[in-house]
């Protein structure tokens, strides 16, 4: 198995307002009173609005944009769950694709996982993103216009961390995703310490990601510590095996002087034994690397059952006992499909994504 290639909204669609800088939005607003570049910045950057909502700018004017560059997400539903702590959008494409979206917020900050393809490439069973397959990738503009809504929504909270957690693998649309990136960090101040960029391992990636200047955190969804494992829930581990994966986050370590993350979601009699828990032990010796561990969340394309709480805490225990930092991760919104490995862009099961067939990566 290899990435998908760059398979995005397709040579004939609009760039959207976010798609497009600061030069960008100058040069559509050409023949304009330069303030208005200051007003439409403001609106959609500093303010979070709709063009719509920006009326400081005449509806002639905004008319004329909303035709050359359309909005990229309309909301198509919202969930709640955790008291309203936990909020997930599925949102609808231009195009008639489809990605989600959640918010998390905390006593006095949020956090939004945000996604960067429709669909996903991978094939890892135990992930209902995985298992709908790869539709398309992301634009810049549908990446970044997701954390401004968030970023909204959260308020009188602030926007404290985005992390590309969501449907998708990252680093199989690295420039996109980095552009994301770095105006998030620019045009949104977000600190590069507050981003985090999760993958299953596309070791080419991660070598990127080392020589970039942002020193972004990295996270690895490792989930098996031996090959013989890994090769069964992460297909792209016959391309990528572990030590290779290991020399890469080696790389990104040392360029970046960050802490490796390893996530990895308890699936009983599968990643859940002793010799699991001591070859993890061995290899974060090495990488130095923190450990969180999830509790599978139910996904109805994948019968095998998570592991007990009880073996979840010994597991920990077993990785703590050999010198690794380990944590077991709270899980929210899991009632609404909003929790790791459930995000399938659908509602009640059903899908809303656009019916007509997509290359499938080779």
């Not at 959207?16 to 100058?26: C, G, I, K, N």
């Not at 500093?46 to 997400?73: C, F, M, N, Q, Y």
């Not at 899980?331 to 899908?351: P, S």
Request: hydrophobic share 40%.
């Amino acid at each position: 198995m290899t990435p998908p290639d760059a398979v995005s909204p397709g040579p004939d669609a609009p760039p959207t307002l976010y798609d497009l800088d600061r030069a960008a939005l100058a040069d559509a607003l050409a023949g304009e009173p330069r303030y208005r570049i200051d007003q439409l910045w403001e609106g959609l950057y500093t303010e979070g609005r709709t063009l719509d909502e920006i009326t400081t700018l005449p509806k002639r004017l905004r008319a004329e944009l909303a035709e050359a560059h359309p909005v990229s997400l309309v909301e198509h539903v919202q969930k709640r769950a955790d008291n309203d702590q936990t909020v997930k959008w599925l949102w609808s494409l231009a195009d008639g694709d489809s990605v989600e979206t959640v918010l998390m917020h905390y006593r006095d900050r949020s956090t939004v996982c945000i996604s960067s393809q429709a669909g996903c490439a991978m094939g890892c069973d135990f992930c209902a993103t995985g298992q709908m397959g790869f539709r398309r990738q992301l634009g810049v503009g549908e990446i970044l216009e997701q954390v401004i809504r968030a970023r909204r929504a959260a308020q009188p909270r602030r926007l404290s961390n985005v992390v590309f957690m969501g449907m998708g693998e990252p680093l199989a649309n690295y420039d996109a995703v980095w552009t994301a990136i770095r105006r998030i960090h620019g045009d949104l101040g977000l600190s590069a310490r507050n981003l985090t960029v999760s993958t299953v391992g596309l070791v080419p990636g991660i070598r990127r990601m080392a020589k970039e200047a942002l020193p972004v955190g990295l996270a690895v969804s490792l989930h098996a510590a031996t090959d013989e494992v890994r090769d069964q829930m992460i297909p792209i581990n016959s391309r990528w095996p572990i030590e290779v994966l290991a020399d890469a986050c080696e790389e990104w370590t040392a360029a970046s002087r960050r802490r490796l993350t390893f996530e990895w979601a308890m699936i009983a009699g599968v990643n859940d034994t002793d010799a699991q828990a001591v070859a993890l032990a061995t290899l974060c010796r090495r990488l130095r690397a923190h450990v969180n561990l999830i509790p599978l969340n139910p996904t109805p394309g994948y019968p095998t059952v998570g592991s007990s709480p009880a073996r979840v805490q010994e597991f920990r225990d077993l990785l703590r006992q050999r010198g690794t930092n380990a944590t077991i991760r709270q899980n929210r919104g899991t009632d609404i499909d909003a929790a790791c490995g459930q995000l399938r862009a659908d509602t009640n099961g059903a899908t809303v994504a656009s019916p007509r067939r997509r290359r499938r990566p080779e």
